[in-house]
């Protein structure tokens, strides 16, 4: 098994209003050159969080940064053909499940999002921002998160 101890947000860089296969995202995947989709989770509009790459297996989400992080990706991202947070609802309240899970899971000690590792506007949020809903007191508010027992416990 491998060490995983960062979660990397991302968007997948479509429209928002449409939704998309685990098996479609893998093909666009795969017609880049990957082996098969390069995320670990994929959350729909509607909340669905599907299993994209076994979570045993390296990911292929944000060069550098792959061996020890899993990759997280809402579908959306876009509109009117520009980077925008297009998430819904019930997919920040899937994505907020999702990382409190896999906290509890693994030893995560960073959230980012794939923008704090390459010159592009994926996740198309702030992450940190986003984070601070539950660390209205954390020393790291702002920067780079980093869980710890408190914040794992804000979550629930």
Same mark, same amino acid.
């Given at each position: 098994? !491998? #060490? &995983?101890?960062?979660? %990397?947000?991302?968007?997948?860089?479509?429209?928002? @209003?449409?939704?998309?296969?685990?098996?479609? %995202?893998? !093909?666009?995947?795969?017609?880049? @050159?990957?082996?098969?989709? /390069?995320?670990?989770?994929?959350?729909?509009?509607?909340?669905?969080?599907?299993?994209?790459?076994?979570?045993?297996? &390296?990911?292929? *989400?944000?060069? /550098? *940064?792959?061996?020890? +992080? $899993?990759?997280?990706?809402?579908? @959306? @991202?876009?509109?009117? /053909?520009?980077?925008?947070? #297009?998430?819904?609802?019930?997919?920040? +309240? =899937?994505?907020?499940?999702? $990382?409190? #899970?896999?906290?509890? =899971?693994?030893?995560?000690? !960073?959230?980012?999002?794939?923008?704090?590792? +390459?010159?592009?506007?994926?996740?198309?949020?702030?992450?940190?921002?986003?984070?601070?809903?539950?660390?209205?007191?954390?020393?790291?508010? /702002?920067?780079?998160?980093?869980?710890? !027992?408190?914040?794992?416990?804000?979550?629930?």
């Amino acid at each position: 098994m !491998r #060490t &995983i101890n960062e979660i %990397i947000l991302h968007c997948t860089d479509t429209e928002a @209003g449409k939704d998309y296969t685990v098996e479609e %995202i893998e !093909r666009w995947h795969i017609q880049r @050159g990957f082996t098969e989709i /390069g995320y670990h989770y994929i959350i729909h509009p509607n909340g669905e969080i599907s299993q994209g790459r076994d979570i045993n297996k &390296i990911g292929a *989400h944000c060069k /550098g *940064h792959n061996a020890h +992080s $899993i990759g997280i990706a809402y579908i @959306g @991202g876009r509109r009117d /053909g520009k980077p925008a947070d #297009t998430r819904t609802p019930d997919q920040v +309240s =899937a994505m907020d499940r999702l $990382i409190l #899970t896999l906290v509890e =899971a693994y030893p995560i000690k !960073r959230v980012t999002g794939h923008n704090n590792y +390459s010159n592009k506007a994926c996740p198309c949020f702030n992450v940190q921002e986003y984070l601070g809903k539950y660390c209205t007191n954390c020393p790291f508010l /702002g920067q780079d998160c980093v869980y710890c !027992r408190t914040c794992k416990l804000s979550l629930v």
